[in-house]
Nanobody, 121 residues
C-alpha cells in the first residue's frame, strides 16, 4: 500500500524552526521527485518545495527561499522540510506529495494526511 505520513508539525513562536518529515512506503521512493505543499485556512493548497529523485535539483517558492530547505534520504525513504525563521503567515497544514506510476501504468497522485504548523506568539 502506497503511503505518505507526515510528522513534525506543531506550535512555534515567530522566528522559530521546525523540521517536517514525510515517511513513505509502497513505492520506489528513490526514482520520484517529492514535493511539499501548504494550505493556509481559507486558501488553496500551494507548492512550497520540490526535490528531484537524487536531491540534486531543488525548487522553492519565492516566499520561502532563504528560510526553508527541502532534503531527502533515499535510504530511509523519507523527505524533509526544514522551516527556519518562521512567520505567522507560514501557519498552514503542510502536505507531502508524490506523483508515481501506478500498478496499471498510469500516473497516480499521492498525498499525505498533512501536519499542522502554527506560528504564533
Amino acid at each position: 500500500q502506497v503511503k505518505l505520513v507526515e510528522s513534525g508539525g506543531g506550535l512555534v513562536q515567530p522566528g522559530g524552526s521546525l523540521r517536517l518529515s514525510c515517511a513513505t512506503s509502497g513505492f520506489v521512493f528513490s526514482v520520484y521527485s517529492m514535493s511539499w505543499y501548504s494550505q493556509a485556512p481559507g486558501k488553496e493548497r500551494e507548492l512550497v518545495a520540490v526535490i528531484s529523485p537524487t536531491g540534486s535539483t531543488l525548487n522553492l517558492a519565492e516566499s520561502v527561499k532563504g528560510r526553508f530547505t527541502i532534503s531527502r534520504d533515499n535510504a530511509k525513504n523519507t523527505v524533509y522540510l526544514q522551516l527556519n525563521s518562521l512567520k505567522p503567515e507560514d501557519t498552514a497544514v503542510y502536505f507531502c506529495y508524490a506523483r508515481i506510476v501506478s500498478t496499471w501504468g498510469g500516473w497516480m497522485d499521492i498525498w499525505g494526511q498533512g501536519t499542522q504548523v502554527t506560528v504564533s506568539s
